[in-house]
């Protein structure tokens, strides 16, 4: 190839201003799709989701009172009761300790009506479920559940629970 052509300098002339051309068109259609305001390139708060927590007991098995209280928790509570008390903490109470590792989410107490239902609003993520059922054998549960979407249905069953202990 005859690099002393002067066909040849403008092709290469032309080619360099095509690449500076691509790059460019390239950054300009990046920087389009930009979010105009700071406010807008913030990623939006957790939604809320409507949770709704039933409670199915076993065929066969006598109908407990049914209003029975449970606890939302979006830590599991055992867990971090057992690493408070593994090690020492001088000067820090548990109360401290399980708000330091909740965070900004608090734990929702609620209430299963005569029908064993219930209904509330939390933020999507996950969450651990406390509900105990008295009666002659006491079911537990301690379940975990990743909370999201518009709605969700958590069924409490004799076979997700935690324990069964009987009472004398």
Excluded: C
């Excluded at 500076?20 to 259609?29: D, E, H, I, T, Y």
């Excluded at 001088?90 to 005569?114: C, I, N, S, T, W």
């Amino acid at each position: 190839m005859n690099t002393h052509n002067p066909i040849f300098h403008v092709l290469a002339a032309l080619l360099r201003v095509a690449l500076v051309v691509g790059l460019f068109a390239g950054v300009w259609s990046v920087y389009r799709q930009l979010p105009e305001t700071p406010e807008a390139a913030r990623p939006e708060a957790p939604q809320e989701t409507s949770l709704s927590i039933v409670l199915r007991e076993a065929a066969g098995e006598p109908r407990a009172s049914l209003s029975i209280p449970f606890e939302l928790y979006p830590i599991d509570i055992a867990a971090a009761q057992n690493e408070f008390f593994s090690e020492p903490r001088p000067g820090k109470r548990l109360d401290d300790f399980l708000a330091e590792r909740m965070g900004e989410r608090a734990p929702v107490e609620g209430r299963l009506d005569e029908n064993g239902q219930a209904t509330m609003k939390v933020k999507s993520g996950p969450w651990w479920i406390h509900a105990t059922l008295p009666g002659e054998l006491n079911i537990e549960w301690r379940l975990r559940v990743n909370v999201s979407g518009q709605r969700q249905t958590v069924e409490l069953t004799p076979d997700n629970a935690y324990t069964r202990s009987k009472s004398f």
